[in-house]
């Protein structure tokens, strides 16, 4: 059961790549294998307590995850979640 | 405003938006749309460059300009309203020039002045579209409430070296840009495009998009971004959009808890400082023509934390070069009984290394005041700037 995890050039670099297979059933269980295995992205993806942060959007299929129970949320095989931190340049 | 009311198109207009005015979504009525429309663009940068050039040339009506910004010769690479003649002048002279070039019909209301709490809604207040082209957080959440509390729309943009976010926030039912991001990143966490770079053209696409989400909100034509947010990779050829849903418990449109504008330097913990690393990072700096002296006689270690791609540019002598997101892992490479210069471009990352190594227990380290700009003014003219 894997999901694809989608990465911004801002954290891609953390991981050496924009694509991500990582298994779970749970964004927050994809989330921390990813957080396991790549550690310095891990801190750009969840907070000390394991949390999301508030300027970290993840989209699971294109819906926010938020709406959805946040890293309590289900993903099924072939899903795909996307992380979209906010950024300020104009 | 009814069709009645729509102000009249003279002949000269009617030749000049003759493409417009034979497309079915747009026609007479639409064009008179346009030039009743006022619009404030929020920045005359990357952004608000396109914005300002298509929304003129398009036909609005009133366009409004807020920038306090001196066109540097750095801005040409991608904000194609300014020329490389203007380069030392006030953005709002250029943006005057061009825009009366591009398009004499336009009334162009300009407001050289920062955006802030005090004047934000005075400056807002009789426009039916705000287009947030800024390049800062705390801008960006006062441009959001301003537009909740007021009831306008807000058509957002934002960059990052290949990447471009745009969406529509604060239309009648539609969320707003804290339901997407209820709390800015802490400052020093997301560099900006002046420390990350951006690709030229990036602003081009994303402020061409917004320029097309304001006219289609002018129009009534076309779905709207609003409710979602479209996802741009210049790298990839790329283009994905995701919901975003309005947030209940959102202060600004969900609760309304938030019922004036607040302190958002405060709210994005970055206490205004006018952008001088020692003030903002509060960390001991040395002159460059000091450490200069004190390289010569070999008592000084520069620590140079800029990207490996910087270093062909211009350099330090004598350098240890350990770009800033490698320096907690090599922190071990650098000696603890030697006095440190940590060096980067301007020194505002070597600011944060200076930070890094101090948390470490580092007690003789300094930040080169300036970067490697100083570096150049004061020390080694023969290099060039970047």
Redesign the interface.
Known sequence: MATTV?L???LA?LADA?QLQAPGETVGAVVNDVATRFPDLGERLRDSKGEP?????F?LN???I??HGGFAATVRDGDEL?V??????? | MTPRELPALSHEEILRYSRHLILPDVGVEGQRKLKAARVLLIGAGGLGSPLALYLAAAGVGTIGLVDFDVVDVTNLQRQVLHGTSDVGTPKLVSARKRIAEVNPHVELVTYEEPLTSENALRIFEGYDIVVDGTDNFPTRYLVNDACVLLGIPNVYGSIYRFEGQASVFATKDGPCYRCLYPEPPPPGLVPSCAEGGVLGVLPGLVGTLQATEAIKLILGAGDSLAGRLLLIDALGASFRTVKVRKDPNCPACGTRTLTTLIDYEQFCGSPHVGGDPKVAFNVPEIEPRDAAARLAKGDVDIVDVREPHELQIAKYPKVTAIPLGQLPNRIAELPRDRDLVLACRTGVRSAKAVQQLQAAGFTRVWNLAGGIHRWIDEVDPSQPKY
């Open positions: 989608f911004p050039a801002i670099k924009k942060y508030p300027f970290v959007t989209y294109d819906e926010d938020r709406f996307t979209v931190p906010s950024i300020a340049g104009g």
